[in-house]
């Protein structure tokens, strides 16, 4: 395969999980009582937001590679 098929493909599944997602979620460990010898954490999670804009720019520029790449192949 070329490079520009292999990135046109990774553009439209990144484009479409981007899309079904809408963000990333992750856990944190966050200090909240610091006493001493006395520690206590509190998992906390986060979400990154992903607007739909990336996800359909991401998938229409891996359409438009890989309709470029039939075009010159």
Known sequence: MKTNTVLAI??????ILALT???ITYTTKEKVIDLGPLQMTAERQ???PLPPVVGVVALVGG???LLRGKKEG
């Open 10 to 15: 990774m553009l439209i599944v990144i484009g």
């Open 21 to 23: 997602y809408q963000g």
């Open 46 to 48: 986060k979400t990154l």
């Open 63 to 65: 359409i438009v590679l």
